[in-house]
């Protein structure tokens, strides 16, 4: 059996978990200073590290003490080095260091886009996820497509040219005037509105017809505030939830449509997601009536570990144990999701 602790803070969320055999959680706490940056309409990095500094003693000694588990059964202590805001991951990184000193454990650094796929391992039997697999990663920094052909063993097939997908969706919401700050959820409560009416317009699926397996999220942002001002001058009114319902369609219709198209070139047995926007419902479905009737088989994290966590981070290192020396692990704030470690 492995103990695993695992630290994550790469952005405003401040989190640690505990997890056996890589699937089972004993312990979970999370402390997030979202409420601050809401006030500020984005993530101000100095405020964020300072609250990562305010919150990690405090989460991983509860996360401990809630698991009842003693220093000295860890196999590991791991922790995210990137991507993310350099501050807030050298947080993480150095009490993970400390930790690992302290408790004479080894320590595991991780990719956090990497993480992100593990959340469909959780209270899972993992032999049932086959690969290789198509990886969509979509989150608010990253929109990736690989080619996963066992654990650590990875093959970069696209990824967004300019915004990712999550971007886009919180670059709307704020034009939308649905929520400064972590938009996603805002965009689809107010498409969830106009489900179901008919809209008089659509958005161009952007870069649908590319023969590579590339995105590109930025173009659309801009038709939105086009149709935002168009609407303003000619009615005076924004249809709000028409547009974000008509985004909404155009980002997971491309999202859906390349993975599917990628699943299929490489003749995969899985697709799996992961990332903040894979807690999307529409995007949820829609992969889903797509791959039904293949034999391709769809996993999607449940929704709490779609955004950032530390149970992910802890699962991953179940499955890729490569301790590093102490001198060998830093925060790295571009890794992409081919740098593996
Ligand atoms: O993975 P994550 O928590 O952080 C990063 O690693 O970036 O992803 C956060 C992103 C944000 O852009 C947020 O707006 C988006 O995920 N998101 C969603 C939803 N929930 C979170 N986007 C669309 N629909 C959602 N339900
Ligand atoms: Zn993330």
Known sequence: MSLILGIETSCDETAAA?????VRVLASSLASSS????????????????????????????????????????????????????????????TAKALSLAWNKPLIPINHLIG????????RDPSEIYFPAVVLIVSGGHTDLVLMKDHGKFEYLGGTLDDAAGEAFDKVARLLGLSPYMGGPAVSKAAKE????????????????????????????????????????NMGEVPVTEIAYEFQEAVTDVLVYKTVKAAEKYGVKSVLLGGGVSANLVLREKMKVSLEKSKINLFIPPIELCT??????ASCAHFNFYPRKINEVYANQSLSVSDYL
């Open 116 to 123: 992100h796929i593990y959340g469909n391992f959780i209270n």
């Open 308 to 313: 950032d966590n530390a149970v992910t981070i």
């Open 35 to 94: 409420k601050l940056h809401k006030k500020t309409g984005g993530v101000v990095p100095e405020i964020a590290a300072r609250k990562q500094l305010e919150s990690i003693i405090p989460v991983v000694e509860d996360c401990t003490e809630k698991s009842g588990i003693k220093p000295s059964d860890f196999d590991a202590v791991v922790v995210t080095v990137g991507p993310g805001l350099i501050g807030s991951l050298i947080v993480g990184v150095e």
């Open 194 to 233: 106009w489900e179901g009416s008919s809209s008089s317009f659509t958005f161009k699926r952007p870069m649908v017809d590319s023969k590579d397996f590339n995105f590109s999220f930025s173009g659309i942002k801009t038709a939105v505030m086009h149709k935002v001002s168009v609407f303003k001058e």
């Open 18 to 22: 505990i997890i056996s055999d890589g």
